[in-house]
């Protein structure tokens, strides 16, 4: 791995290569500066707000680690600026923390920041962590969990033509969660992108392609403990 002057400061060191959303958080920059002359006053000032929000909810994040690891927030970012992988895993945790809908995921990315930069830490498996967390909003954290607490959709909502496949189809789930049955294909279809859940089919050479039976995966059920940490106890 290579390093990383930790002389820089760490505005420019995560601005560069960096989104948008990063390099407004990190450079402090007004918004004057990155909207259009000719932008409406009120544009001006929702762009301020929403910088402000998200440097709020990426501080939290860096505090959460500090307190997770027992040391300094300033140890937090001298760690995470000594090599490549530790700084991307900084800029993925603040951009997500910074879009976050679920206040628990906030905590949630802290945890995965200590975890990922700590000395016997695997800042890899931390890495895809961190980005599965980045996609989860409410109404994902809602059907995993319903995946997670129900393995097997009941009697009365199995097709008699799909009885033999364990695992959930899309409708099945759309109809099991009403609310958010207009939805479910997109959810459905973002959770498997990155990895949480998992098509059981088991389709062999000789089978033909059969409806998708949505399992939740190991990683998926790690998610729910990282934004649901009560479900230790």
């Avoid at 980045?134 to 008699?160: G, I, M, T």
């Avoid at 099991?176 to 949480?196: K, N, R, T, Y």
């Amino acid at each position: 791995m290579a390093d990383a002057s930790p002389s820089n400061e760490l505005p420019l060191a995560i601005a560069m290569g960096s989104s948008a959303v990063l390099a407004a958080i990190a450079t402090g920059d007004s918004p004057g500066t990155t909207v259009a002359a000719a932008a409406a006053p009120l544009v001006v000032q929702a762009a301020a707000a929403i910088r402000s929000h998200w440097a709020a909810k990426s501080t939290r994040t860096i505090e959460v680690a500090a307190d997770h690891m027992g040391v300094g927030v300033d140890i937090v970012l001298q760690r995470s600026l000594a090599y490549e992988d530790r700084l991307e895993l900084l800029a993925r945790v603040i951009e997500a923390s910074a879009r976050s809908t679920i206040t628990a995921k906030i905590d949630a990315l802290g945890r995965v920041l200590a975890d990922g930069i700590d000395d016997d830490g695997d800042t890899a498996e931390a890495l895809v962590l961190a980005r599965a967390l980045e996609v989860l909003d409410e109404p994902h954290v809602v059907v995993l969990n319903h995946l997670d607490r129900n393995r097997f959709p009941p009697a009365e909502l199995r097709d008699v033509r799909h009885l033999g496949i364990a695992g959930w189809q899309v409708p099945v789930i759309a109809e099991a969660l009403p609310h958010l049955a207009d939805v479910m294909e997109p959810l459905v279809a973002a959770l498997s992108g990155i990895g949480l859940l998992r098509d059981n089919t088991g389709v062999s050479f000789a089978s033909q392609p059969g409806p998708e039976a949505w399992v939740i995966t190991s990683i998926g059920i790690r998610c729910l403990f990282l934004i649901e940490p009560e479900r230790e106890s």
